[in-house]
C-alpha cells in the first residue's frame, strides 16, 4: 500500500507539471526545480538536460503501471518498477489522456466534470457507474458517470456514447474505474480538474 501511495503521489506531481508545460511551452523556475529534484542537476561541464522530455517519459512509466493495476499484470508493474520492462509505453492524447498499452483496456476523459459539484472529494481512484439517461434534454443517448455513492462526476463525450453502448453491449449500469486529477492554472492559480475512465472490455 506504501508503494502504491508513493506511486499515486508521484503520478499527481508529474502529471500535473507536464499538462502544464505542454500547455504553456517553456518550463517555468518552479518546473525546472522540480525536475532537478527528481533527477538531479547538471554538472556545469555538461549540456542541459531535457527535463520536459524526462518527465514526460516518468509519466509515462507511472500510467504504464496504473494501466497494469487495472487490467491485473502486476508482473507489467513490478517490471516498470524495476526498470526492466521494454514493451510499449503509453502516449498523450490530445485531451491530455493517454493511449492503452494493453489490447482489452479503453481510457475515455469525463465530460462535464469542471461543472459538477464536489469534485475535490473524488480525486485519486474512484469504481463508478456508467448509465445512461434518457431524459436528458440535450442528448436522450447521454450516458452519466456516477461515484459509488451516486454523485454524478460528469458525462461520457457525446462523440463516445454509441462505442460504449456496444462495450457495455446495452447492460446498464456499466461498471469501472476513473481517476480524477486536480491542477491549478499556472497564471490564476484556479483549481480544476481532469477525469479518465478506465474500461476493461469483457472477452
Known amino acids: 500500500m506504501e508503494i502504491l501511495f508513493f506511486i499515486f503521489i508521484v503520478a499527481l506531481i508529474t502529471m500535473v507539471v507536464f499538462v502544464i508545460m505542454s500547455q504553456k511551452g517553456e518550463p517555468t523556475d518552479k518546473q525546472r526545480e ?30 504504464a503501471m496504473i494501466q497494469a493495476d487495472e487490467t491485473g499484470c502486476p508482473e507489467v508493474h513490478q517490471q516498470i518498477l524495476d526498470s526492466e520492462y521494454t514493451g510499449p509505453l503509453p502516449e498523450r492524447r490530445n485531451d491530455g489522456g493517454w493511449t492503452s498499452i494493453f489490447p482489452d483496456l479503453r481510457i475515455l476523459s469525463i465530460a462535464g466534470i469542471n461543472h459538477r459539484q464536489g469534485i475535490v472529494r473524488y480525486t485519486g481512484r474512484n469504481t463508478v457507474a456508467l448509465v445512461p439517461e434518457p431524459q436528458n434534454e440535450f442528448d436522450a443517448n447521454a450516458i452519466k458517470v456516477l461515484a459509488e455513492d451516486g454523485h ?37 492559480g484556479h483549481r480544476f480538474y481532469i477525469g479518465f475512465i478506465y474500461v476493461l472490455l469483457k472477452k
Not at 554538472?43 to 509519466?59: H, I, K, T, V
Not at 460528469?154 to 461498471?175: C, L, N, S
Open 152 to 188: 454524478h462526476l460528469g458525462y461520457i463525450r457525446r462523440d463516445q456514447t454509441e462505442m460504449v453502448r456496444a462495450w457495455a453491449r446495452d447492460e446498464f449500469p456499466m461498471y469501472c474505474t476513473c481517476r480524477i486529477e486536480e491542477h491549478e492554472d499556472d497564471d490564476d
Open 34 to 63: 522540480l525536475a532537478q529534484k527528481m533527477f538531479g542537476s547538471p554538472q556545469s561541464d555538461e549540456p542541459a538536460p531535457d527535463y520536459g522530455r524526462m518527465l514526460e517519459d516518468e509519466c509515462a512509466r507511472i500510467e
